[in-house]
């Protein structure tokens, strides 16, 4: 039987969603530096922050994922 991990996918993303969210605020505002070209207005920098926190959470999963699939195979050697 194959002992249990000790970082879940939850944990991970739980731990690396102020890193996600906070990645997401940035590329968020500077996307929205390129919405004058469409005649559109730019997003300021606390409506990014505003619209981060719930665009962080799929980023915060996915760099869970990929941190846990990382341990993953660095458990099995390969």
Known sequence: MSEPRPWPVWKL???LYPFAAGAVAINLFMLS???PVFGLEPLDPVTALKWSIGLG???AWAS???ARHLMDEADAGT
């Open 57 to 59: 959470v799929p980023a």
């Open 13 to 15: 993303a739980l731990l």
């Open 33 to 35: 530096l390129l919405l």
């Open 64 to 66: 869970g994922r990929w």
